[in-house]
T-cell receptor
Framework: GENVEQHPSTLSVQEGDSAVIKCTYS??????FPWYKQELGKGPQLIID?????GEKKDQRIAVTLNKTAKHFSLHITETQPEDSAVYFC????????????FGKGTRLHILP | EADIYQTPRYLVIGTGKKITLECSQT?????MYWYQQDPGMELHLIHY???????EKGDLSSESTVSRIRTEHFPLTLESARPSHTSQYLC?????????????FGSGTRLTVV
């Protein structure tokens, strides 16, 4: 079955710098890759997603890249701000696997003042 | 506004008590899920449902049970709470077709069993 590895588990970045979180997946049939942000005391919220027919997607300060050949996908946050501090989860949805999302284990991002 | 609601947000209860965690969504999604989130952040799927009268156990074994009598409602019940059940419980829903637009999560219930 699908397996999603996420690194790093903790990331500290100076405010204004960029943050990158990387994930790998094992099932080459996976075709949808969402990213979730979980703030303290809240449930995870979808912040950006990418489908397997696209290599990159941007939304203001966040971007996601996908390398299907290497089975890698990454979240990039530029010009980080204090409100970016949260836990981030990558995920993959394998085609024809009951559409259950397979989550990475999460990255705790700290934005340092 | 379409959303997913969980109640209560926080619950402290004594060992042996029966509890029900409520989850309701207004989006008409057929698929609903319960996750248990440990202090280390990882999300563990404990139950899911593909529609009314459909319930399945997830990847992590759980002593809880669920029911799906109405599309919008997916409650989770613990017949006899124990300290080992202390955790954050998250409910989510998703639309068809498979892959759709991902999951929509509720804000969670933080359960403490003393």
């Amino acid at each position: 079955g699908e397996n999603v590895e996420q690194h790093p588990s903790t990331l500290s970045v100076q405010e204004g710098d960029s943050a990158v979180i990387k994930c790998t997946y094992s099932d080459s049939a996976s075709n949808y890759f969402p990213w979730y942000k979980q703030e303290l005391g809240k449930g995870p919220q979808l912040i950006i997603d990418i489908r397997s027919n696209v290599g990159e997607k941007k939304d203001q300060r966040i971007a996601v890249t996908l390398n299907k050949t290497a089975k890698h996908f990454s979240l990039h946050i530029t010009e980080t701000q204090p409100e970016d501090s949260a836990v981030y989860f990558c995920a993959a949805i394998p085609l024809n696997r009951d559409d259950k999302i397979i989550f990475g284990k999460g990255t705790r991002l700290h934005i340092l003042p | 506004e379409a959303d997913i609601y969980q109640t209560p947000r926080y619950l402290v209860i004594g060992t042996g008590k029966k509890i029900t965690l409520e989850c309701s969504q207004t989006m008409g999604h057929d698929k609903m899920y319960w996750y248990q989130q440990d202090p280390g952040m990882e999300l563990h799927l404990i139950h899911y449902s593909y529609g009314v009268n459909s319930t399945e156990k997830g990847d992590l074994s759980s002593e809880s049970t669920v029911s799906r009598i109405r599309t919008e409602h997916f409650p989770l019940t613990l017949e006899s709470a124990r300290p080992s059940h202390t955790s954050q419980y998250l409910c989510a829903s998703s639309e068809d077709p498979p892959g759709g637009n991902g999951y929509t999560f509720g804000s969670g219930t933080r359960l403490t069993v003393v």
